[in-house]
């Protein structure tokens, strides 16, 4: 065999006259438009010799030259936090990043995960071309095409979707999407209400109680953790995965360090933030709502309260309260919970006594519940109860967000705001209108029944479910993961649906009903991906899009800043996109132009940086330089400014005054500010005068923290709850989720967690982080796992039941899906908890997230001198006798949106765990 | 006989650049038809010229050969065939290699047939353009480099990836391709 190749070999070898023949063939130009056009000029001078000898001659690594690289500062996109940063660019690369010192929030610090950004950009597998399928969809076969052409092709299918007369069924699904607005601008231009995106995966439970209580504009609270010196942490894991996270882990450990802070954690396991607590207690999954009530009585029954600051800004009275949740006491938390009463009284004690410098944290542990909301709502009433609102070292509430969309607090700051023209909003669904006379008749019926409030807002099922009123009322968070069932139901009709660095069809609970709507082109007749990545929802388009990183592009930053002196900053291109990847400003600004009627108009811009140079040109104003200075700092803060504290307590400003007018009864102040009736402020006694003076209180209708909330029971009329679920009860409740209350002996809770070099699901390609954590083992209690007879590394089959109560398919008696892992023991997970990272088991991404023998290494090849190289392998693959790279858990978890709000309960999952021998 | 000539030598791998920096087009199979190039072609890979000069290059055909080319490079998935270096070295030959990518990225572009973007400094196609670019050199000083760097740069890496292509393509361009890149690395004056 071996000498029949060789034989081969030998037939196929060149010899010197056939090389002759070719080298002569192209030199004399006979093919030469076709094939030799060369891409260099040729090589020439004295420098040029030089530094080809320098680098034959030293074989040395490279490395970072900082006399010649630039440092940009920009904004990190590793995850959520956006971090200042500044990238080390050498010879148009980025080459080292590091934190940038002029950030308030990160105040120079940065984490791991921003060397993700390197890893993302010049992965060998990143997308570099717009590439067309050309198989049947998902089969995976697909050739390069020219932008000319696919804006060609995107921008006709829209086009005549747009001059069909239903521009609503142009579905854009994005899944991180830091534009600050800009995709709203193309969506707004274009139409559609519907933008869709992630928040109901994300945090739309934990949102809701948040914006209840405080008003829109604090949708997030910021804690003065630098100040604080008693932290209730309930489920939240700043330490490792959490919305600000960074910018909160060394304030905790400053306040810990300096201040002597404590930190009480309750969770289902051993977090690295419960590894910095003083106390851990582990708690059953969603009983955190039934601790926080048991500690509100406790406070209260010890004469705890802030009187004055409840009296003066809870739209309840204290009596009402008490009367409320009197059952709910320490003893009742114990039996839901699992914590000792007596440790509930203490830490209610503790809590109230260190007030103001107290704060509650909670995130996602403790909301991603059915009874999610209603039990934050509960735990939120903690903070009012000791008074630590808005105050040092408490729970604070600083300026908007988003500067130039918020209404609240921002006095005096620059206005930054989109470059006008701004397209109008998309439409409400109206009867009449060709959207709303496209809606089958039992989605009428249930328009029908929506409060007026929201009829007059609705906007078809997508972008504002009938069912889900609260996914809606104060903005639109929507209710992504039943998008895809919905249209499948006929909810919804879809002529164009882009996804933009979007992964429902991997990252989404029962990710497979996802799979396919997408793959059923009567359902989806058009899919165009926009992705950096070949990701598994990018592999189910038509079209995918390359997209330049965030290396690669502009976005304006904004986020709450935790010295509660609010900041801006801006992300900047280091280097040119590479490959043909272009930016979603440039893709946009294309496709309008193509799509023209009108749409053009709105992105009239050739270079982008210009965009967004008007888009801050207040904040330009404001620094010596301009915007090249503001470039060259990345980071934009008024050093002068007031910390914001008590906000709500700052008098409303004389012009907003002018022409207003006062309710006499509630004392809310009210004028007409853009043409629209707004509330501005509230009429309150002068704590020391008693004379009555115009301050901002909150951003609520009452103006008042509101402890007690009409929209809930208005919503659960709404949607059509039944007559008296605790869901849509108007004050703080506490109930335990349906199916809770009767668990088997061997039933576990399956919930899920982040890992804290990972980000969810979009990280698993980078090699130096899939290094370090490329798996997700079930985590299991050793004492449970060994009364199963389990031990570290053995294989179960975990089998998932689908939710009870007013979910998706709730009640149905079902098995949502079974899936084989490897377990892990660790003491302190709750013992009737089985627990695992959500990113694993990728099937596209690349190698390094399928954890796949990378044959093309010199491994293979011992004898052929190269060096073996570990640190180039994926030597966790199973060819190479490794883990793998996880299990696909996602698809097992039911998709179940909590009543009202439609945040996906992760943590809520019933399940069997099964020893496989 | 002659010698073959740095220019030569520079057109072949000008060549071999335009072969893997994309997708053929008809204006590149029409020039691998002539008959002085398919005739070597069909040395390298029996059939290969039958396949130039007979297959009926119509829309279908061309895009055949389209998603051939991104089934084999562009999404690598199947294949494992990254067109990038980086994929195929070892982290320290990576590293080193970067600083050509950077001595590349200096270099200035002309224009060329199609749209090359703005690839990767370890992008095969680019790494053959720019061998091609110190061949074609009138200064002999840097023609005499374009061995060194045909070593550094796709020495380490070519043998695998042409074992891989002619496992995972069974097209006789790129199969014949392959070969002659190994070949022309290979390339000795007697
Ligand atoms: S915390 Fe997030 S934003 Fe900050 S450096 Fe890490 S990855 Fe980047």
Excluded at chain 1, 201 to 215: D, E, Q, T
Excluded at chain 1, 878 to 890: D, I
Excluded at chain 2, 100 to 120: F, K, M
């Amino acid at each position: 065999m071996k000498q029949s190749n060789d034989n081969k070999q030998n037939e196929s070898k060149l010899s010197r006259r056939d090389f002759l023949k070719l080298g002569g063939a192209l030199t004399i130009g006979v093919a030469s438009v076709g094939l030799a056009a060369p891409l260099f000029r040729p090589l020439s001078g004295e420098q040029t010799q030089q530094d080809l000898n320098k680098f034959i001659s030293t074989r040395k690594k490279d490395f970072v030259d900082y006399t010649r690289a630039r440092a940009i500062p920009t904004i990190c996109f590793g995850c959520t936090n956006h971090c200042g940063v500044i990238g080390w660019v050498q010879d148009g690369k980025v080459r080292r990043i590091e934190g940038n010192p002029l950030d308030p929030n990160s105040l120079g610090n940065t984490c791991s995960k921003t060397h993700g950004m390197i890893s993302y950009t010049y992965y060998p597998e990143r997308l570099l071309y717009p590439i067309k399928r050309v198989g049947k969809r998902g089969e995976g076969k697909w050739r390069r095409i020219s932008w000319q052409e696919a804006i060609q092709e995107v921008g006709d299918r829209l086009k005549t979707c747009r001059e069909s007369g239903h521009p609503e069924r142009f579905i854009f699904h994005y899944g991180r999407d830091k534009t600050k607005g800009f995709t709203k601008r193309f969506t707004n231009a274009f139409g559609t209400p519907n933008r869709l995106n992630r928040r109901a995966i994300c945090s739309s439970n934990r949102r809701v109680p948040l914006m209840s209580y405080y008003g829109r504009d604090f949708e997030w609270e910021t804690q003065d953790m630098e100040n604080t010196k008693y932290i209730l942490n309930f489920g939240s894991n700043p330490m490792e995965a959490y919305q600000g996270g960074l910018y909160m882990m060394h304030r905790i450990q400053k306040a810990r360090v300096d201040n002597g802070a404590k930190m009480v954690s309750f969770e289902v396991r051993p977090t690295a933030t419960v590894n910095c607590s003083e106390e851990y207690f582990k708690v059953m999954p969603g009983s955190d709502g039934a601790i926080g009530f048991a500690m509100a009585n406790v406070i209260i029954d010890e004469g705890l309260v802030d009187k004055a600051f409840w009296e003066r800004w809870a739209n309840i009275s204290l009596a009402e309260i008490k009367e409320h949740i009197k059952d709910w006491t320490p003893e009742h938390a114990e039996k839901l919970s699992g914590v000792p009463a007596k440790d509930i009284r203490r830490i209610a004690i503790e809590f109230a006594k260190a007030a103001p410098h107290c704060t509650t944290m909670t995130a996602r542990g403790s909301a991603k519940h059915y009874n999610g909301t209603q039990g934050d709502r509960g735990l939120r009433m903690l903070d009012v109860l000791v008074g630590n609102v808005g105050r040092k070292g408490g729970l604070c509430l600083t300026s908007g967000r988003m500067w130039g969309g918020g209404k609240y607090g921002q006095d005096g700051l620059p206005s930054v705001s989109q470059p006008k023209p701004k397209p109008p909003k998309p439409k409400a669904f109206t009867p009449g209108t060709a959207a709303y006379e496209d809606l089958p008749d039992d989605i009428k019926a249930k328009v029908a029944r929506l409060d007026p409030q929201w009829q007059k807002k609705y906007q078809g099922e997508l972008a504002t479910p009938a069912e889900y009123p609260l996914s809606w009322h104060w903005y639109g968070m929507k209710v992504g993961q039943l998008v895809q069932p919905y249209i499948r139901e006929g909810r919804a009709k879809v002529d164009v649906y882009m996804s933009y660095t979007y992964g429902a069809a991997y990252g989404y609970p029962e990710a497979k009903v996802c799979r396919e709507v997408l793959l059923d082109e009567k359902l989806v007749p058009f899919h165009v991906a926009i992705d950096i990545d070949y990701s598994e929802h990018a592999a189910l388009a038509d079209m995918i899009l390359p997209e330049a990183t965030s290396l690669e592009r502009w976005d304006p930053h904004s986020t709450n800043c935790y010295g509660l002196v609010p900041y801006t900053g801006i992300r900047q291109p280091l280097v040119k996109p590479l490959g043909e990847a272009r930016e979603i400003q440039v893709i946009f600004r294309d496709l309008a132009r193509h799509i023209g009627g009108g749409m053009e108009q709105y992105f009239d811009y050739e270079n982008v940086e210009d965009f967004y140079k008007e888009w801050y040109k207040n904040v330009s104003a404001k620094i010596p330089g301009g915007w090249e200075e503001f470039k060259r700092r990345g980071i934009w803060q008024d050093p002068d400014r007031a910390k914001d504290y008590e906000l709500y307590e700052r008098p409303v400003p004389e012009k907003e005054l002018l022409g207003s007018t006062v309710d006499p009864e509630t004392g809310v102040i009210s004028n007409t500010i853009k043409g629209k009736k707004r509330t501005v402020g509230i009429m309150m006694p002068n704590p020391e005068t008693g004379e009555m003076e115009a301050v901002r209180g909150f951003p609520t209708p009452s103006r008042k923290i509101q402890v007690y909330d009409p929209v809930f029971p208005l919503a659960a009329k709404s949607a059509g709850l039944p007559e008296g679920d605790p869901n849509g009860n108007a004050l703080p409740t506490l109930f335990t989720i349906p199916g809770f209350d009767e668990l088997k002996e061997d039933d576990m809770i399956l919930t899920t967690f982040k890992w804290n070099v990972h980000t969810q699901g979009r990280s698993s390609q980078w090699e130096f982080h899939a290094e370090i954590v490329h798996t997700n083992q079930l985590f299991i209690n050793t004492r449970t796992a060994q009364k199963m007879g389990l031990k570290t590394g053995d294989e179960v089959e975990v089998t998932v039941q689908r939710p009870r109560g007013l979910t998706y398919r709730g009640g149905i008696n079902e098995v949502v899906g079974v899936v084989r892992n490897r377990v892990h023991l660790l003491d302190g997970v709750h013992e009737r908890v089985v627990c695992f990272a959500h990113a694993g088991g990728h099937w596209e991404h690349g190698a390094v997230a399928r954890a796949e023998n990378r044959e093309s290494l010199p491994i293979k090849e011992p004898d052929s001198g190269l060096k073996k190289d570990f640190s180039n392998e994926i030597w966790w693959s199973k060819e190479r006798g490794g883990t793998g790279n996880g299990a696909p858990m996602n698809d097992v978890l039911p998709i179940n949106p909590s009543p009202l709000v439609g945040g996906q309960n992760w943590f809520d999952n019933i399940c069997q765990i099964r020893k496989i021998s | 006989m002659s010698e073959l000539s740095c220019s030569q030598k520079a057109d072949i791998f000008s060549l071999l650049g335009r072969i893997f920096i994309a997708e053929l087009d008809r204006e590149s199979l029409l020039a691998l038809q002539e008959p002085q190039i398919s005739s070597v072609f069909e040395k390298l890979q029996t059939g290969c010229k039958d396949y130039l000069l007979n297959t009926s290059w119509d829309d279908e055909q061309i895009e055949l050969l389209a998603s051939e080319y991104c089934h084999l490079f562009i999404l690598p998935k199947k294949s494992g065939l990254s067109l990038q270096a980086s994929h195929w070295m070892t982290k320290d030959e990576a590293s080193h290699l970067a600083q050509l990518e950077t001595i590349i990225s200096h270099l200035d572009t002309s224009v060329v047939n199609y749209d090359a973007g703005n690839l990767p400094g370890d992008h095969l196609g680019v790494l053959l353009y720019f061998l091609s670019a110190v061949y074609h050199s009138e200064d002999k000083e840097i023609q005499k480099l374009g061995n060194s760097l045909a070593a550094i740069s796709l020495l380490p890496w070519i043998a695998r990836f042409n074992e891989k292509l002619s496992q995972s393509s069974s097209n006789p361009v790129y199969l014949a391709s392959g070969k002659l890149l190994l070949q022309i690395l290979d390339y000795k004056e007697p």
